[in-house]
């Protein structure tokens, strides 16, 4: 069983940048792909980036290109999510979570974590 544990959230100002870790119990986390996922209230959770197992593939949500970066050090069992530029609608809750493929449908992922809350203000 794998377990995950996001951090690195809080609040920001409008512009401000934070780096979210994931960290993954267990050996198994460098054969996993891994995405981020986020959520607001009301609203579905959406597809935020993935990464291949090794991290050599990078996948982004389009509006979130430029700004996002998604890693990886498998040395580590963490992830990350890097986000710059932050504006208001990027608050939400933000998930991490390990599937057999990096994909934008959160159905393909087996583990999750319990979220770290992202909130930005203006």
């Known amino acids: 069983q794998v377990q995950l544990v996001e951090s690195g959230g809080g609040s920001v100002q409008s512009g401000g940048s934070l780096r979210l870790s994931c960290a993954a119990s267990?050996?198994?986390?460098?054969?996993?792909?891994m995405g981020w996922f986020r959520q607001t209230p009301g609203r579905e959770r959406e597809f935020v980036a993935t990464i291949s197992p090794t991290g050599t593939i990078t996948y982004y949500r389009d509006s979130l290109k430029g700004r996002f970066t998604i890693a990886r050090d498998n040395a580590k069992n963490t992830g990350y999510l890097q986000m710059n530029s932050l504006q208001p609608e990027d608050t939400a809750v933000y998930y991490c979570a390990l599937g057999d493929i990096g994909s934008a449908v959160e159905e393909e992922y087996d583990y999750w974590g319990r979220g770290t809350q992202v909130t930005v203000s203006s």
């Open positions: 267990g050996p198994i986390f460098s054969t996993y792909a």
